[in-house]
């Protein structure tokens, strides 16, 4: 019997993988078109010419090195503060033992369920109180914890063995030697994780900067690209362009750490 040279589920699955990338494809092509190749009807599928100057002429149509700067400091500090404290909030769900230690945890899961359009309101009133209008610490501060990093570190530190750690307490490691020496060592697949997914979640986030920001100097990239829309034309091949510029680090990140992000859900159960 003939066997094929590859999983007959590649089947199906290859012609969604198309599908799905057309957008990506037609993106990538609009970017290297004339402006009347990109507005021309029926879509013109193959430019006349590969127009690379469409990248420095949207670097030059807004300030996007302060839009990538901005997004940069936001998008780091907000990993930075997840990786920290979802850490210590995980850790203290998985392994101490307090008073209403599992009521807590399931009222910061439901908030979960909570759309951010409900606090969005107070969010940005809490903001206002703390002085932070229009400025970058309003997008740093409400990301600087989330509770869905909490969830998968606590999933996570459940199914690493208690063992490791009784042997370090006894050696007099204290709780927090244990967590920075033991426990997160052991950990670095699931702390990637939460790190590339938070930042996708801050990077391509437009409706909160769109909210908490005013002034074009504290604008992230999204908000930047928002700037080739106008109120009755689009730079189309601009905007593209700029939003293959914007979707580069993102490519990057997710290559780079895609290993740790594949082995963190193979490894991360449900226990508990």
């Not at 307090?98 to 807590?104: H, L, Q, S, Y």
Request: one cysteine or more; hydrophobic letters at 55%.
């Amino acid at each position: 019997m003939r066997t094929w040279p590859f999983s007959p589920r590649h089947v199906v699955l290859l012609p969604i993988a198309a599908v799905m990338l057309i957008p990506l494809v037609w993106m990538l092509v609009t970017s290297v078109e004339t402006l009347s190749e990109s507005r021309h009807f029926p879509p013109t599928l193959v430019p006349s010419g590969i127009h690379w100057e469409n990248y420095p002429n949207a670097l030059d149509a807004a300030p996007f090195g302060r839009f990538f700067a901005n997004s940069f400091i936001v998008t780091l500090a907000s990993v930075a503060g997840n990786l920290v404290f979802c850490s210590l909030a995980g850790y203290a769900f998985a392994r101490l033992r307090f008073f209403g230690r599992d009521v807590v945890f399931i009222v910061l899961l439901a908030t979960l369920m909570v759309p951010f359009q409900v606090t969005m309101i107070p969010t940005f009133l809490i903001v206002q109180h703390l002085g932070l209008v229009n400025s970058l610490g309003a997008l740093i501060a409400p990301n600087l914890v989330t509770p869905f990093g909490i969830f998968l570190l606590r999933q996570f530190f459940r199914t690493l063995p208690v063992e490791l750690e009784e042997a370090a307490r006894i050696d007099g490691c204290s709780r927090l030697g244990v967590l920075l020496r033991v426990v997160l060592p052991l950990s670095m697949p699931a702390l990637a994780t939460l790190g590339i997914v938070t930042f996708l979640w801050t990077w391509n986030d437009f409706l909160w900067p769109l909210i908490a920001i005013s002034s074009t100097d504290q604008s992230t990239v999204q908000l930047g690209l928002a700037a080739f829309q106008g109120a009755h034309q689009t730079r189309w091949t601009l905007l593209m362009a700029g939003n293959v510029m914007a979707l580069a680090p993102m490519l990057l990140v997710f290559v780079f750490a895609q290993r740790w992000f594949v082995q963190s859900l193979a490894s991360t159960g449900v226990k508990g």
